[in-house]
Nanobody
Framework: VQLQASGGGLVQAGGSLRVSCAASGRTFSSYVMGWFRQAPGKEREFVAGIRYSTGGKYYADSVKGRFTISGDKAKNTVSLQMNTLKPEDTAVYYC????????????????????WGQGTLVTVSS
């Protein structure tokens, strides 16, 4: 499976950005797609995830109410709409796919995902 992320950029605090991820290859056994982010000097952290079987969406507390994840299993795409961005949202954003049916707590663990995109940089200026 190959993942291609796009859509990052520079935005002022309070603004919006949308990042997207397209999957190709052996995607038929994808159960969960997630977004993670990693800021300089920090560990990679869960942002949002979507479970294809149920359409269930899950968010980190830090982005709940501001970010919205959406996915299209038929097109093998997942997007993250980010509104009311804050400087602390600045990070490289990565999409990832898990080919096992993760429980919610596992969706937040980077090591549970099987494939990763290359990352796209989001910079929020104050």
């Amino acid at each position: 499976v190959q993942l291609q992320a796009s859509g990052g950029g520079l935005v002022q605090a309070g603004g919006s950005l949308r990042v997207s991820c397209a999957a190709s290859g052996r995607t038929f056994s994808s159960y969960v797609m997630g977004w993670f982010r990693q800021a300089p000097g920090k560990e990679r952290e869960f942002v949002a995830g979507i479970r294809y079987s149920t359409g269930g969406k899950y968010y980190a507390d830090s982005v709940k109410g501001r970010f919205t994840i959406s996915g299209d299993k038929a097109k093998n795409t997942v997007s993250l709409q980010m509104n009311t961005l804050k400087p602390e949202d600045t990070a490289v954003y990565y999409c990832a796919v898990a080919q096992t049916p993760l429980i919610v707590s596992s969706m937040m663990m980077p090591d549970k995902y099987d494939y990763w995109g290359q990352g796209t940089l989001v910079t929020v200026s104050s």
